[in-house]
């Protein structure tokens, strides 16, 4: 009953204010009324007030839509007033100046569903086609596209004629020749001269619309729809191919980030170490750590948490990888099966602590914003984590080969692999180097924990769905040889993508592991098995 | 290296992990009625059942704090199967045989509840069962207190072929490749074709547990999406690989404007891992939100938030259904008199009990209850905004009726019939009933 009463004070006031009065009288809709309705409208009122809105075509109207769109429209519970709350700042939704809702403030959003979702956004096409800002420009024209309306036509004539983007024209163009091909009252030439618009204009979304449009058109258009479809069909199935294989490299990247760890631990010193995993999964939590860390102290570097998270995710688990080698492993030199179950062991260890520390749940690392959202490369359509993944895994790899091949350290963690004893009699510490090299595949581990939060769950059980993979990964591309390594993981990656489509994915994996088993009786030593005495040992 | 050594090292291994200890408390005092709580304190599914567990413990403690039941304490005795199911069933035996409790809360996943139906049938004592599920089942000693098909999956598609749902006509059916998403997509399956959409307008997709590259089958969704007619995806994905489906689904663009998401297996405590924001306007389908606004619902999430000791921590549908099966059970004890599983057996049917929503739950003669059915959307804080619920409580179905081999099919638990599949064309029981 207050709110009630104080609501209706709020909107006397309100049209007591000479700006929106100018404004209410224009359009012939109480404006400001309306938008205070909004407030405590059922899902249903709120339709009926956006149509209302729209019609008014009052440019005022924009950002009340927008704001209750992205779910940015407020009421407070206690003035009943609506206003627009983005971050701390509060807003009035028409006039734009600043709010003081005093210290009893109790806003509660105003809520929308996908339905009306689409209505506000083909609400604003119509209000934001002429804006200055072209990627305004072109969301709007895109809004067109998915709902065409005749009465729109004059619009979009008027908004073509003024554009001076191109890309944002051509858009316009396939929208306006959507209205043309599914109005009733279009001559059949216009609607022939439609077509090729659209398959130029709309992109991706051609195939949906004159899918669309093919039912109801006139017979005489529908041969030319049909075979613009079926060259739109055609191009789609090419660049398919294409998108698997890409799918198949970035499946294979994340496999050559997990097992390239291992290629170190196991490949070139010969530990079977079941623990592998676990050191992904305190990468990753490393990150979420960081990430904790500086969303709360500074937040300005938020976009930049996943970079400052690689060198520290590094020196943890490298540490702790150090650690393990010199309490644990280095007792358990030449015993493989003494060391599978020691850090097999270990393995459910650092699981259960890291359960018992930071609960059984996922925990959320946030997507820096050049990770988010996906690009259109030609016809492939790439997901920007997926591509900095793959560059990632690249990085890492070739930084490792040159750690191998061009530095001290590691030409003496090949010679002391090689020759254990010949080494320690050249002078080398030989259980340095052991502890330094277990470090150098754990902190690597690590790195691939950052990644993978970027695209799994972050959970203690995050390193278990990786060990299998890692393994099989190593032992197929042929164990001690990186090169074989980067090679088997692609492959599997770019296979196990083209069985997908056919088998699904549930078949795909076990014929991919028959195929392995296969592979592994004709060649046990691997892709690239090493040559040599150093192997016979 | 020798390979056959790291082999069978590897077997060993894999055997040594499958025997774990129970975290039995050791008192055992004379005067106390034992509750068993069987789920998953390690594995895969244990990001889901560590909080029923939880649950269970904070539901124990405020019955205690009330002065138990027949007067005596309430004794949790907390068992971890470590998402082994074949463990599930012996850990079962042991609460029942040799830990003596009267009632079991527990089990998440349909492979869980089936193997250990036949030690609860054998050893005749009760389990309370709290997740959605397939239906398909009735058993004497199990109380199905989730979600059946018809109280979940089939009002959800419903509301999607609605007009405010966005009037949908194709179809993916993605789910985990295991029993509960293949029966329901069979019963969804067939619903479909019935209300007259062509075969070719459905696209059913199977994934393994834990499935973490999704980019080939979100691809394909939005291919399947773009020929003209509005589609809606149906997911039946289980546990974590729901995360990187989502995730997948943003980054590729797909919004739920334009292909919407309803999901079965996705609730507050799976979404609390995880920014929303790009999911907003998802749907999931369950009987419980958390952002339900009544007074029990607030009073329900103020006390385990105290219990638990964290004002962050989410409430969900199955949690709800522990604590309807629990006050159901309590109430069946009391009116019995007894803890003996014939007594409560037979005086738990028709007993009712709020649930948190505003309705009451009532236990059904096929052993299932009536319930809600809500339609949220997911909304940027990880919670749901309801954007449809049925008007009245629906009653859970034990046999689906849109199946020609289940749809003749009734459970009834009280007498004459006392049939967990009576079939009402031939008037006959048929049998063991799984």
């Known amino acids: ?537 | 290296m020798n390979f056959s050594r790291a082999k069978s090292a590897l077997l060993a291994a894999a055997l040594a992990g499958s025997v774990s200890l129970p975290m039995a408390p050791a008192m055992a005092q004379e005067d106390t009625i034992k509750v068993g709580i069987l789920h998953s304190l390690s594995g895969t599914m244990a990001i889901s059942e560590t909080t029923l567990k939880d649950t269970m413990l904070f539901l124990i403690e405020q019955q205690n704090a009330k002065g138990g039941v027949l007067g005596k304490k309430l004794e949790p005795v907390v068992v971890d199967i470590a998402s082994d199911w074949p463990l599930a069933a012996e850990l079962a035996r042991q609460l029942i045989e040799v830990d003596d409790v009267d009632v079991v809360f527990g089990c998440w996943t349909s492979v869980c509840r089936k193997s250990v139906l036949p030690v609860f049938e054998e050893l005749n004592s009760l389990l309370f069962y709290p997740v959605q599920y397939e239906g398909e089942e009735s058993q004497r000693n199990v109380f199905y207190t989730g979600a059946s098909p018809n109280q979940q999956a089939i009002p959800a598609v419903d509301y999607l072929m609605s007009e405010d749902g966005g009037s949908v006509e194709r179809w993916v059916l993605a789910g985990t490749d295991y029993v509960y998403p293949q029966t329901t997509n069979k019963i969804l399956e067939q619903y479909l074709l019935d209300k007259g959409v062509a075969p070719e307008d459905i696209m059913i997709n199977y994934t393994p547990f834990g499935h973490s590259d999704w980019q080939t089958i979100v691809s394909d969704i939005k291919t399947f999406g773009s020929e003209g007619k509005k589609t809606a995806v149906v997911s039946t994905i289980n546990g974590d690989a729901n995360v990187p489906f989502y995730r997948e689904l943003g980054n590729q663009g797909i919004k739920a404007e334009d292909i919407p998401v309803v999901a079965f297996s996705v609730g507050e405590e799976e979404l609390s891992g995880f920014d929303t924001t790009p999911l907003v306007g998802h749907l999931a389908a369950w009987n419980y939100f958390m952002s339900v606004d009544t007074p029990e619902n607030e009073a329900f999430i103020a006390d385990w938030q105290k219990f638990i000791g964290s004002d962050t921590r989410v409430t969900n549908d199955p949690m709800e259904a522990h604590m309807i099966g629990f006050n159901l059970w309590v109430k069946a004890v009391e009116a019995a008199g007894s803890t003996e599983a014939d007594a409560v057996i037979d005086s738990i049917v028709g007993l009712e009990t709020p649930n948190l929503t505003g309705g009451t739950a009532k236990m059904l003669p096929n052993h299932h209850i009536t319930k809600p059915v809500l339609i949220g959307e997911i909304q940027d804080d990880g919670q749901f905004f309801v954007v449809w619920e049925t008007e009245d409580l629906v009653p859970g179905d034990a046999w689906s009726d849109y199946l020609p081999e289940s749809k003749m099919l009734e459970a009834d638990w009280t007498a004459p019939i006392n049939c967990g599949n009576y079939n009402t064309e031939t008037k006959t029981c048929g049998g063991s009933a799984q």
Do not use: C
């Open chain 1, 1 to 537: 009953m207050l709110t009630q009463i104080l609501r209706l004070a709020l909107l006397t006031l309100s049209l007591l204010l000479p700006t929106q009065m100018v404004r209410a009288q224009d359009a012939a809709v109480d404006i400001p009324a309306q938008v205070t309705a909004l407030g405590e409208a059922s899902l249903r009122e709120l339709g009926t007030i956006i149509t209302t809105l729209a019609s008014t075509g009052d440019p005022a109207v924009v950002p009340v839509l927008t704001a209750l769109g992205e779910g940015n429209l407020y009421l407070d519970e206690t003035s009943g007033a609506v206003v627009i709350q983005r971050g701390s700042a509060i807003t009035d939704p028409l006039t734009g100046e600043a709010v003081d809702l005093g210290a009893d403030a109790d806003l509660s959003r105003i809520r929308v569903n996908n339905g009306l979702r689409r209505d506000i956004s083909a609400a604003l096409s119509g209000m934001t086609l002429m804006s200055d800002n072209p990627s305004t420009r072109l969301s709007a024209a895109r809004g067109f596209l998915s709902k065409p309306d005749a009465a729109n036509l004059p619009l979009l004539d008027e908004a073509i004629a003024a554009e001076t983007e191109a890309n944002v024209r051509s858009v316009m163009q396939a929208a306006r020749a959507v209205t043309i091909l599914t109005s009733e009252d279009a001559s059949i030439e216009d609607k022939l001269a439609a077509v090729p618009q659209i398959v130029s204009g709309a992109g991706r979304n051609a195939i949906t619309i004159l899918t669309g449009a093919l039912a109801s058109a006139p017979d005489e258009v529908k041969p030319t729809i049909q075979s613009a479809i079926s060259g739109l069909e055609q191009g789609r199935a090419v660049w398919g191919a294409l998108q698997n294989v890409w799918f198949g490299v970035s499946l294979g990247s994340v496999l050559l980030l997990a097992a390239i760890g291992l290629a170190i631990t196991f490949g070139v010193m010969g530990i079977i170490n079941m623990a592998h995993g676990e050191m992904v999964m305190l990468g990753a939590y490393t990150t979420f750590l960081v990430q904790l860390v500086i969303r709360q102290n500074f937040p300005g570097l938020l976009d930049y948490s996943l970079l400052i998270a690689l060198p520290v995710a590094f020196l943890v688990t490298g540490a702790i990888g150090v650690g393990i080698e010199r309490g644990i492993i280095r007792w358990l030199y030449g015993r493989p099966l003494e060391t599978l179950l020691a850090t097999w062991g270990l393995s459910l260890i650092l699981q259960q602590t890291v359960r018992s520390i930071f609960g059984p749940t996922n925990q959320m690392v946030i997507a820096p914003t050049w990770m988010s959202g996906s690009t259109d490369f030609f016809g492939l359509a790439i997901t920007y984590n997926r591509f900095w993944i793959v560059i990632f895994a690249l990085i890492v790899f070739f930084m490792l080969l040159l750690i191998l091949n061009r530095t001290p350290l590691g030409l003496q963690m090949r010679a002391v692999t090689q020759n254990r004893r010949m080494a320690s009699a050249m002078g080398i510490r030989t259980p340095f180097v052991d502890a330094m090299t277990f470090g150098l595949g754990s902190g690597i581990a690590g790195l691939a924990g950052v990644a993978l939060t970027q695209i799994d769950n972050i959970s203690p059980n995050l390193g278990q769905n990786y060990i299998i993979d890692s393994f099989m990964v190593v032992v197929f591309g042929g164990v001690g040889n990186l090169w074989g390594t980067f090679v088997g993981a692609l492959t599997l990656g770019v296979a196990n993508k083209f069985l997908e489509p056919y088998a699904g994915a549930v078949l795909g994996k076990i014929l991919i592991l028959v195929l392995i088993i296969l592979f592994i009786q004709r060649r046990p030593r691997g892709l690239f098995a090493l040559k040599g005495r150093a192997i016979e040992q």
